[in-house]
């Protein structure tokens, strides 16, 4: 038989592995999120370079992707970080001065528009209609790390809201 003590350490025991695991899990998201502001610092010190970028080459198939659709204004293809079992990326061929949203004109309209219908075609093409998200991260406050505009396509999970 167990004594009452003996239950009593093993409690113990329990709660400060707990403990530690939340510690270390704390400590992991942190790392990340520091990591990733660091990332998006260093991006946006370039970020109205003319020179050409990861997606552009990705465009040029000097880099290798995994594309889910394209047209001759759109490309999609799947992240390389995927935070969802779908999550593709889709972008305009010619970033005509589209770093980001928050340099949008008036002559993007016809482009914006066709990347967010390209985006219902992915959503659709990855069976993932009933429930997706889209998004734009703009800017430093928001960890924009690649400095040509992308809709972000996520989805296959359920999504929770707040986003981080
Ligand atoms: P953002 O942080 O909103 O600028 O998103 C940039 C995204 O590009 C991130 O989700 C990265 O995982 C993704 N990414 C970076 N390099 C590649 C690559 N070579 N192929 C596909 N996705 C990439």
């Known amino acids: 038989?167990?004594?009452?003590?003996?239950?009593?350490?093993?409690?113990?025991?329990?709660?400060?592995?707990?403990?530690?695991?939340?510690?270390?899990?704390?400590l992991f998201q942190t790392r990340v999120a520091n990591n990733e502001e660091a990332v998006a610092k260093a991006a946006a010190a370039n970020a109205d370079s003319e020179a050409p970028t990861l997606f552009d080459k990705i465009i040029a198939k000097e880099i290798p992707s995994s594309i889910v659709y394209e047209d001759e204004s759109v490309l999609a293809f799947r992240d390389i970080n995927p935070q969802a079992p779908v999550h593709v990326l889709v972008i305009p061929k010619f970033r005509d001065g589209l770093s980001q949203l928050g340099k949008a004109e008036e002559r993007h309209e016809k482009i914006l528009g066709q990347l967010l219908y390209a985006a219902k075609i992915v959503a659709e093409k990855e069976g993932i209609l009933e429930g997706f998200r889209v998004v734009?991260?703009?800017?430093?406050?928001?960890?924009?790390?690649?400095?040509?505009?992308?809709?972000?396509?996520?989805?296959?999970?359920?999504?929770?809201?707040?986003?981080?």
Do not use: D, E
């Not at 406050?141 to 690649?146: H, K, T």
């Open 136 to 164: 734009i991260n703009n800017g430093l406050g928001a960890c924009q790390s690649v400095y040509h505009l992308h809709l972000h396509v996520l989805g296959g999970r359920q999504l929770k809201w707040p986003p981080g």
């Open 1 to 26: 038989m167990i004594s009452t003590s003996v239950r009593a350490g093993v409690c113990i025991r329990n709660m400060a592995g707990l403990a530690s695991f939340s510690l270390l899990r704390f």
